[in-house]
Structure formats: C-alpha cells, structure tokens
C-alpha cells in the first residue's frame, strides 16, 4: 500500500491514516501490509515473544559461570557457581589469554576442587580457542556459549560483577577481600542456609574479628606466666650451665613462651629459690678450684716389678 510507505508507522497509526483517504478499509488488510513491508521489518521490528530460560541448576558445583572483567586496571578471571549457592572465586590474572585461561581453571580449580559437568561462557577469543575447548574436553566438561551480544545469557557472573565492584569500591578493598565478604554473608536476609561458602565448604568459616575458638592452656602447673626459670641452651652438654628465662605465655600444656619464644617444657626447669645461693656458691667453688688446678694432679706410680731394679 503506497499510503503505508509514506511514513512507515505501525498498524495502529497507519490504519488510522489511510482511514482519512479509504474509510472502508479494514484492520486486517492495513495490518497485513505493514507485517509484510521489508523496510518495517529490517528496521527495529517487533520483539519476539519467548519463553523464559533457566542458567541457574539444582545442584551446588555443576555448572560454573565464567568471565573476564576489569576493576582499576587489573584483569580478573571471575567464575560463579550456578548451583544455589552463588560461591564466588576471583582471580588476577596478566592478560586473558587461552594458555592463561586453560591453565588457571584447570591447575586452580579442576585439580583443587575437582571438574564440574558443565561450563557457561561468552563467545570472547580465549574460550573459543583449541586451547580452551580441548582443556574441558579433557574432563568431560560441556561447554555451553551465551548468545552473542546478550549478556543476561551469562547474567549470574555480570551481576556478580557488579556486586564485588561495589562491595570493593565502597569498602576501599581490593577485589579478593571484597569476594571473601562476599562469600561470608547470606544472600537472602538472615538464612545461614544461604551463605555462599556453606555450600561448598563443610567447615565454618572464621570471621576475622572474632577471636578464635581455640582455648589455651595455662601450661604445667609448675611453670607459671611470669616466673622465671633454667632454659636448656642450644646444643647444651652435660656441663653446659642453663640461663635463665622469662615465662610470658603459654600455647599448650607442653609448650610455653619465654621471652616470646615457644619452648618445650623438657628444656625448662623450675628455679628453687632455696637453692639459688648453694648454687650461686657451688659456681664461685668451682672457678676457684679451676685457678688452682693449672696442671694435672695425678700420682705417677712405676710398676710394682721395677722394685727388683736399681735405677
């Protein structure tokens, strides 16, 4: 119809139009033609209508969800777990090249943590590359590509992406921190079920404000924090005189700190104060007795048959 290619409006507008010059003409008819009309059709048509897809699976380290991406001028290989967990890992890499790529998911991860069935990507150059592709093809890893130029195919690690950029930015942190707070913190209120390194990992992580859950003890009961005590020197020998030492803590029963140095308590001994001046005594005996000893006092006694000789 010479009337729609005037303006090229939709159905609506170019029904109402021709209506002004054929008022008989029908919907269907104006709605037929510009349907078929090759220039509506190339230029911004009509969305289509589909069905939702899924890229998130049921089971926790099945599927993994891969990019690279930038913060501050530094590369990042960024892979997201696509199972309910969401568990992140971040890491910096020198350029986003295949043998990179390749080496840092199979040497990091696969070996680590053991190979997932399933690897969603983009189409970039590296995770096309023989490289790339014969690495998961080693361990029997699927590889599945988003559509081109439609990053919501790939949406669980880009909006991951967005999430550490601003967990770092506003915290001032780098990256890697701002994944492990990440990792820390429930996705969804206040559910412990939901947070992200729980799905992975069978033990608890430790926040690093608070203080271990480890208790010490207070060592041996003969060995008390701030007393002095004998500590056997290095490489000391039977006639090796022990120094003394300061008890400042105590790491377990068997090991206790003197002057901020673990030492076993084999190699310590009480001092008896009752005994410290018999021993300040035996010390000054003893050199006294050396200076008078310069030379040997052993008694030369010839054999008993060299009496029959005269000499």
Same mark, same amino acid.
């Given at each position: ?17 021709? &209506?002004?010059?054929? /008022? ?24 289509n209508v589909h069905e ?24 990042y290989l960024t892979i ?8 992140? !890992? ?22 680590e943590r053991g190979p ?39 949406? !669980? ?9 601003? !967990?770092?930015?506003?915290?001032? !942190? ?23 390194? &729980? ?8 926040? /690093? ?53 673990? &030492? ?33 006092? &052993?008694?030369?006694?010839? /054999? ?8």
């Amino acid at each position: 119809m010479e009337l729609h290619g005037l303006h090229h409006v939709e159905v609506d507008r170019t029904l109402y139009l021709v &209506r002004k010059v054929y /008022p008989e003409v029908s919907r269907d008819t104006v709605q037929k033609v510009v349907r078929s009309c090759d220039r509506c059709q190339s230029i911004d048509p009509s969305p289509n209508v589909h069905e939702l897809g899924e890229i998130q699976v049921d089971t926790n380290w099945t599927r993994l969800s891969i990019d690279v991406t930038h913060y501050r001028g530094e590369m990042y290989l960024t892979i997201v777990d696509c199972g309910p967990g969401r568990f992140a !890992i971040w890491r910096e890499i020198r350029a986003a090249t295949a043998d990179i790529i390749a080496k840092e998911l199979e040497e990091f991860f696969f070996f680590e943590r053991g190979p997932v069935e399933e690897v969603l990507m983009d189409n970039g150059a590296a995770f096309r590359s023989e490289v790339f592709r014969s690495m998961l093809d080693k361990w029997n890893t699927r590889q599945y590509y988003r559509a081109a130029y439609r990053p919501s195919g790939n949406g !669980i690690v880009e909006r991951n992406h967005r999430t550490i950029k601003v !967990i770092a930015e506003r915290g001032g !942190i780098s990256p890697a921190e701002a994944v492990f707070w990440y990792n820390m913190s429930p996705k969804s209120g206040q559910r412990e079920d939901t947070v992200p390194h &729980r799905a992975v990992y069978t033990y608890q992580w430790r926040h /690093p404000r608070v203080a271990p859950c480890l208790t010490r003890s207070d060592g041996p009961e003969s060995i008390r924090i701030g007393e002095e005590v004998w500590v056997k020197p290095t490489g000391a020998r039977c006639t090796t005189k022990w120094t003394r030492g300061m008890v400042t803590g105590a790491q377990s029963r068997n090991n206790v700190e003197v002057d901020s140095m673990p &030492r076993h308590i084999l190699d310590l001994r009480e001092i008896q104060e009752d005994l410290e001046n018999e021993g300040e005594n035996w010390r000054s005996s003893h050199e006294a007795w050396a200076q008078i000893l310069r030379k040997s006092q &052993r008694e030369r006694h010839p /054999p008993r048959w060299k009496d029959d000789y005269i000499t």
